[in-house]
């Protein structure tokens, strides 16, 4: 059984002493890994704010959560993962996703292509960083990247960098599976970059993670499975009896639908709704907004690395 981990996810602050504090705080309150978005306005870039989180800590890992793979050519993105992981002494886990946000796309006058043809890129980049990133000169010429005689200097750290690969559908899970140490289970996305509501139901994330469970064959033992939890809160948390008050009412509306994207209720059923999910499904992984980081800090206290 996979040990618990928990991260952090931000994205932006008023100034720099309150980044340096977000992240300092993140790593006293015991969170594995400090993640960051990768969108256009209204957030610190990500490359920069994970080179300082890892400037201002010392044991909490960076993971950008994910890199769009359209906005970087792959031997780009492997030379930036590689100067992270080195400057950082081998704390990045590198996540890369295939791009979903239409407004990203359309600002850096990109077409947005359907599903199939930015998940085809993602493989194929994939696999050439991961070459570049175990320091092989890469020559490659395919669908959509060529190199000629490509090469990386420094090298990360890490022999064999983390990767964080998100997925919902049945292909993105089953290459995931197939590729990622910590595969993060999405619902869908529309045509419009819009997610599918009804693929965040506990049902709908349970056949997801089957679905990871039977692709990864033997690797299973070795992958942790991630959700991104967009609310949380507890009951009789440290924010005081109003917040208890809307955690509790919100705790009662969640249990009526059932989805892991959001996390509310006393620290003991917290703990017993996050045992269950890892004993039936092996959800392990799990991560939480900046909002909530110091109201979550509880359970990391309590289950993280168990």
Do not use: C
């Not at 967009?230 to 249990?255: C, M």
């Not at 994207?261 to 890892?278: A, E, F, K, M, N």
């Amino acid at each position: 059984m996979r040990p618990f981990r928990f991260s952090v996810l931000a994205s932006s602050a008023v100034d720099g002493a309150t980044w340096v504090t977000l992240a300092q705080r993140a790593e006293e309150f015991g969170y594995d890994a400090f993640m960051m978005s990768d969108h256009l306005g209204r957030q610190i870039a990500p490359i920069a704010g994970l080179a300082t989180v890892a400037a201002v800590t010392r044991r909490i890992r960076i993971a950008p959560f994910v890199f769009a793979n359209d906005f970087r050519h792959p031997l780009i993105l492997a030379g930036e993962a590689a100067s992270l992981d080195l400057l950082s002494g081998g704390r990045l886990t590198l996540g890369m996703g295939a791009g979903w946000r239409v407004t990203d796309y359309r600002q850096l006058g990109l077409r947005y292509d359907e599903p199939r043809v930015r998940v085809d890129r993602l493989v194929e980049s994939v696999g050439i960083v991961k070459r570049l990133l175990a320091g092989e000169i890469v020559s490659h010429v395919g669908p959509h990247y060529t190199l000629d005689r490509a090469r990386l200097a420094p090298l990360p750290v890490q022999v064999a960098v983390p990767f964080i690969i998100g997925g919902g559908g049945p292909r993105m899970l089953r290459f995931a599976a197939r590729e990622a140490d910590v595969v993060g289970l999405l619902p869908q996305f529309d045509p419009r970059g819009r997610p599918i509501i009804a693929q965040a139901t506990d049902r709908a994330t349970r056949d997801k993670a089957a679905a990871v469970r039977e692709a990864a064959g033997n690797r299973w033992g070795q992958i942790d499975l991630n959700v991104l939890v967009f609310f949380a809160g507890l009951v009789g948390g440290r924010a005081g009896p109003l917040v208890s008050a809307r955690n509790a009412a919100l705790a009662g509306a969640v249990s009526l639908v059932g989805t892991p994207y959001v996390l509310h209720g006393t620290p003991g059923r917290v703990r017993d709704i996050l045992l269950r999910r890892r004993d039936a499904w092996g959800l392990n992984s799990y991560t939480f907004s900046a909002g909530s980081m110091e109201a979550m800090a509880p359970i990391v206290e309590s289950l993280a690395g168990r």
